[in-house]
Antibody, heavy 121, light 107 residues
């Protein structure tokens, strides 16, 4: 069935960088906006970023703007999140999620299993 | 930023009873409101979008209502698998924002 599989999480020191990937399968990846959503341990959900289907339009949460970059490679059916200048407040499970409508503000109908990012010295 | 406020934080309900969860937006989101269910160790699952439309495969005991700033998720007769945390989310304006969640626990 439709699947999203994240990778790239791990333990990283404050101030360092990390890149997450999300491999999509069994749907037409190139026609949907894709999102990253994160969840700190024991906390609620926080939307992080969206990239449009063609990769040209991006929006970010204020908490990550200027530090994180979302991108995609439609030839590889893969979504990315480049995270720079990481701090402890960025520690969370990071989910990639497919937009239901595919463009603009959206709900998320398909989620990956999540990848844990821990920022600690 | 649109702030989404859910109430109550925790709802204790007996199996077979009705559960009513509320979500309030700090400004109108029209009908651009979704509901999710999350169980421990799992990713969220979309239940409702456009305030009242059930997502694919969601049982009829889940229903959503409301528009503007006041929304409700109703579970008509709680089953054992429904005990979980529920989040609302607005998608009317950037940034997309979630409520803090309502935990539905067994009474």
């Amino acid at each position: 069935q439709v699947q999203l599989v994240e990778s790239g999480g791990g333990v990283v020191q404050p101030g360092r960088s990390l890149r997450l990937s999300c491999a999509a399968s069994r749907f037409t990846f190139s026609t949907y906006g894709m999102h990253w959503v994160r969840q700190a341990p024991g906390k609620g959900l926080e939307w992080v970023a969206i990239v449009s289907s063609d990769g040209n339009d991006k929006h970010y949460a204020d908490s990550v703007k200027g530090r994180f970059t979302i991108s995609r490679d439609n030839s590889k059916n893969t979504l990315y999140l480049q995270m720079n200048s990481l701090s402890a407040e960025d520690s969370a499970v990071y989910y990639c999620a497919k937009g239901y409508y595919g463009s603009g503000g959206d709900v998320f109908d398909i989620w990956g299993q999540g990848t844990m990012v821990t920022v600690s010295s | 930023e649109i702030v989404m406020t859910q109430s109550p934080a925790t709802l204790s309900v007996s199996p077979g009873e009705r559960a009513t969860l509320s979500c309030r937006a700090s400004q109108s989101v029209t009908s651009n409101l979704g509901w999710y269910q999350q169980k421990p160790g799992q990713a969220p699952r979309l239940l409702i979008y456009d305030a009242s439309t059930r997502a694919t495969g969601i049982p009829a005991r889940f229903s959503g209502s409301g528009s503007g700033t006041e929304f409700t998720l109703t579970i008509s007769s709680l089953q054992s698998q429904d005990f979980a945390v529920y989040f609302c989310q607005q998608y009317n304006k950037w940034p997309l924002t979630f409520g803090q969640g309502t935990k539905v626990e067994i009474k």
